[in-house]
């Protein structure tokens, strides 16, 4: 049950596109097609953007995008907005788990 | 509209215990299963506990197995946390949270526990 490991911080000007790694074990992110993705703005609960690697739950814009690639899954936010800047956590289904990242802010300069 | 609403947390001294509930309400509480996800301060997301909507499956994470015991009341909508031995690790943000599909939906604002002598 040891944590994903996810960037620090990332940061892109507006309209770019920025990716976050998230990366695990077979255990993990590379034995189950169960990743997630949560924003989080400060003092508020968690919002899932992404569910099921690449999936995008009603009313989150398309601007998002999953993927995974072995034990590595990865956020894309597209078009950068100003509103996009917080924290993002990376997640996986572990077996009789979950297993998140340590987090990573995303800066809009 | 759902509402997740977590109580009980407070400052107690290490060792010491803690009870923390999550009151439901704008969903059929029965037929969630529910979760336990804590955030210390300045920090990440740990899932700390899961237990099935029937009750009958339970899981921990390590760094809270034999010291914390999740249990759930669907005749009262309500979730609880019996922490106990804590320690200064554990203080944090304690958030219910509903799962389904292995993602978790439903999330409280969370009730903050801090562990300090």
């Known amino acids: 049950q040891s944590a994903l490991t996810q960037p620090r911080s990332v940061s892109g000007s507006p309209g770019q596109s920025v990716t976050i790694s998230c990366t695990g074990t077979?255990?993990?992110?590379?034995?189950?097609?169960?990743v997630f993705w949560y924003q989080q703005h400060p003092g508020k609960a968690p919002k899932l953007m992404i569910y099921?690697?690449?999936k995008r739950p009603s009313g989150v814009p398309d601007r998002f995008s999953g993927s995974k690639s072995g034990n590595t899954a990865s956020l894309t936010i597209s078009g950068l907005q100003a509103e996009d800047e917080s924290d993002f956590y990376c997640?996986?289904?572990?077996?009789?788990?979950?297993?998140f990242g340590g987090g990573t802010k995303v800066t809009v300069l | 509209e759902v509402q997740l609403v977590e109580s009980g947390g407070d400052l107690v001294q290490p060792g010491g215990s803690l009870r923390l509930s999550c009151a439901a309400s704008?969903?059929?509480?029965?037929?969630?299963?529910m979760n336990w996800v804590r955030q210390a301060p300045g920090k990440g997301l740990e899932w700390i506990s899961y237990?099935?909507?029937?009750?009958?499956?339970?899981w921990y994470a390590n760094s809270v197995r034999g010291r914390f015991t999740i249990s759930r009341d669907n005749a009262k909508n309500s979730l609880y946390l019996q922490m106990n031995s804590l320690r200064d690790e554990d203080t944090a943000v304690y958030h219910c949270?509903?799962?389904?599909?292995?993602?978790?939906?439903?999330w409280g604002q969370g009730t903050l526990v801090t562990v300090s002598s």
């Open positions: 949270a509903t799962s389904g599909g292995y993602r978790f939906g439903y």
């Open positions: 704008g969903l059929t509480f029965s037929n969630y299963n």
């Open positions: 237990i099935h909507s029937g009750g009958n499956t339970i």
């Open positions: 077979s255990s993990d992110v590379g034995g189950y097609n169960y």
């Open positions: 099921d690697v690449t």
């Open positions: 997640g996986s289904f572990a077996g009789n788990s979950w297993v």
